[in-house]
């Protein structure tokens, strides 16, 4: 079994600052890509970004390029997600996921084998 498990989340006001956190434990597992996905009440799980393990390569969806920042730690075995400049709309559920068949920059929830539990980050306007 492999677990993921995500911190960092919290309440911020409009404008700070939050980095996340998604460290995996359990079985060895082929870390090919990890990303971050969120979900708000009652809208679907949105993809936010993902990093190619090996390479570093990152991919971002338009709302928060420029402002989040995708990294991992090989060391530790941890993937990060460093977010300025928050906005009221990034308020959700944030959930870390990995893949371990292949590389690429997966932006579907259905291309990922592991989940971690969800940090809930709230923004006040």
């Known amino acids: 079994q492999v677990q993921l498990v995500e911190s960092g989340g919290g309440l911020v006001q409009a404008g700070g600052s939050l980095r996340l956190s998604c460290t995996a434990s359990?079985?060895?597992?082929?870390?090919?890509?990890m990303g971050w996905f969120r979900q708000a009440p009652g809208k679907e799980r949105e993809f936010v970004a993902s990093i190619i393990w090996t390479t570093g390569n990152t991919y971002y969806v338009d709302s928060v390029k420029g402002r989040f920042t995708i990294s991992r730690d090989n060391a530790k075995n941890t993937v990060y997600l460093q977010m300025n400049s928050l906005k009221p709309e990034d308020t959700a559920v944030y959930y870390c996921?990995?893949?371990?068949?292949?590389?690429?920059?997966?932006?579907?929830?259905?291309?990922?084998?592991?989940w971690g539990q969800g940090t809930q980050v709230t923004v006040s306007s």
């Open positions: 359990g079985r060895t597992f082929s870390r090919h890509t």
């Open positions: 996921a990995a893949n371990d068949r292949s590389s690429y920059y997966y932006t579907y929830p259905e291309k990922y084998d592991y």
